[in-house]
RNA sequence: GCCUGGGUGGGGUAGCUGGUUAUCCUAUGGGACUGUGGAUCCUACGACUCGGGUUCGAAUCCCGACCCGGGCCCCA
């Protein structure tokens, strides 16, 4: 009987991988240039890290396992907690704002669906130690210009949670969390049933209507009006202007909230055509996690690309290599090694290893899709040189080992 | 966990109102053409997702499981 994967892993060929590899590296670079180092976590923790937070409710989404030691453990399901615990683990008393940049596998057991599988890869940024507009515009810009290089445009909503809790002070906790997840999912009705089960005073009802449904730009102007003029209302502000500063198009939209409890401020998220039901490519926002995990109140900024969506919707292709195929005889099968190790200090090379005939060897190259096919013969060999064939034209020339490269790269 | 559509060689398919040895294309291995690629020919390989049921007989009908696609819940 044949093995076959686990439900919702997949494997990935060369061509594929060629390509997520492109994708990855001009990721990469974007996040380097912007300053941002990278780190790496691993890939399981202790189970508390991701249950501390979001409760046991999360359980049924997690792989997790007893280790040989008795230790609940779980494959992560997302980085931002690792990483938080990374850095009240060893960094706290290190230079702020610490940018740091990673990209990885996560886990979730889920039925998977269109963009969502059981193994997934995140590419995600987080800005440590820094609470101000310009930390999360940054973090913002930045995700922006990560989708650009790998060419996907998205819409990108921006909102902020701290405006949105400000109407919900009176109320316990738990229903402000509910009513969030109802915000969240654009329920009207469903938030309209439990305002009233819980007896909401007419006045936050409508606005926390009026607010949610602020869009545009006069949204803060409104927003000032209804929750009066507080301190998330001036920071969200600024953080609009310097959206314009960095030449951003977004939308405001308080009727982001991510669903989760530790978002403490600013969200965003950055929708995409073409994905099905999983049209968000991006999220991510300001959180206080690092008091949570034992260490000092310390805000941070970040935010996860979903890299198969990116993988699913994303133009950009890599360049095509040059790759050359020695083609020898059974008198000059060594010779072509000797060749072939040159070569491969410049270019992709390949030498026969299957033992073929001259002509299956050329039939190789071809379904290879060589780029160049070096025949390597006796007659060209004893006057010192190789005949270099362009499998796109046809034509063959004579030239030393050394000249090929540079006829290759002309 | 729920709803919905679907599973035939490696890939793509025909058959699926039950009835000889399951069709065709492609890919792959070997060979012919004997120092020049995509062609042609020969040959080999290779499938009814699994289990149960109905039946004289099941790829075909029924049930269940598994897997895949899409949607819901969820989405840190």
Redesign the pocket.
């Given at each position: 009987m044949e093995f076959?994967?686990?439900?919702?892993?997949r494997d990935f060929l060369p061509d594929e991988m060629a390509k997520r590899r492109y994708i990855e590296n001009r990721l990469r670079e974007v996040a380097i240039r912007w300053g941002y180092g990278e780190i790496k976590t691993p890939t399981f923790e202790h189970i508390e890290l991701?249950t501390i937070?979001?409760g046991e409710?999360?359980l049924g989404?997690?792989y997790n396992f007893k280790d040989k030691g008795d230790r609940e453990i779980a494959l992560r399901?997302?980085l931002?907690?690792p990483v938080i615990r990374m850095y009240v683990e060893g960094l706290q008393k290190s230079p702020k704002p610490l940018k740091f940049y990673y990209f990885d596998n996560c886990f979730?057991?889920?039925?998977?669906?269109?963009?969502?599988?059981r193994e997934f890869f995140q590419f995600g940024v987080e800005i440590i130690g820094s609470a101000r507009p310009e930390a999360e515009a940054e973090v913002i810009a930045l995700a922006v210009e990560m989708l650009n290089s790998a060419g996907v445009k998205g819409d990108l909503h921006v909102g902020h949670l701290g405006i949105v809790r400000s109407l919900l002070k009176e109320i316990q906790p738990y229903q402000q969390s509910k009513i969030m997840?109802l915000v969240?999912?654009k329920?009207d009705k469903g938030l309209d049933e439990f305002l009233d089960e819980i007896n909401a005073p007419d006045e936050m009802r409508g606005k926390l209507f009026r607010l949610i449904g602020l869009r545009g730009i006069n949204a803060m102007h409104e927003a000032r009006e209804l929750v009066g003029d507080i301190e998330a209302i001036s920071q969200f502000e600024a953080l609009l202007e310097l959206l314009d500063v960095y030449g951003l198009e977004y939308q405001v939209d308080m009727g982001i909230a991510?669903?989760?409890d530790?978002y403490t401020g600013m969200v965003f998220e950055i929708y995409c055509e073409g994905?099905?039901?999983?049209n968000?490519v991006c999220?991510g926002g300001s959180y206080r996690l690092a008091q949570l995990f034992g260490g000092e109140d310390t805000p941070s900024t970040g935010y996860?690309i979903g890299f198969d969506r990116v993988m699913e919707i994303c133009e950009a292709k890599p360049a095509e290599v040059k790759r050359i195929v020695i083609v020898s005889?059974d008198d000059t099968r060594e010779q072509a090694i000797v060749i072939a190790q040159k070569l491969r200090q410049h270019v992709s090379t390949y030498v026969d290893v299957?033992?073929?005939?001259?002509?299956?060897q050329?039939?190789?190259?071809?379904?290879l899709?060589?780029s160049h096919?070096v025949?390597a013969?006796?007659?060209?060999l004893d006057a010192g040189k190789v005949?270099l064939?362009?499998?796109?034209?046809?034509v063959?020339e004579l030239v030393t080992v050394e000249e090929i490269i540079e006829k290759i790269f002309r």
């Open positions: 076959q994967r686990p439900r919702g892993t991701f937070k979001s409710g999360i989404e997690i399901p997302e931002t907690a979730r057991y889920e039925r998977p669906q269109k963009g969502r599988f997840r969240d999912k329920d991510r669903g989760l530790y994905l099905g039901a999983q968000q999220g996860a005889f299957a033992g073929r005939k001259f002509k299956d050329i039939s190789y190259a071809n379904t899709g060589a096919v025949i013969g006796k007659n060209e005949a064939k362009d499998m796109k034209t046809g063959q």
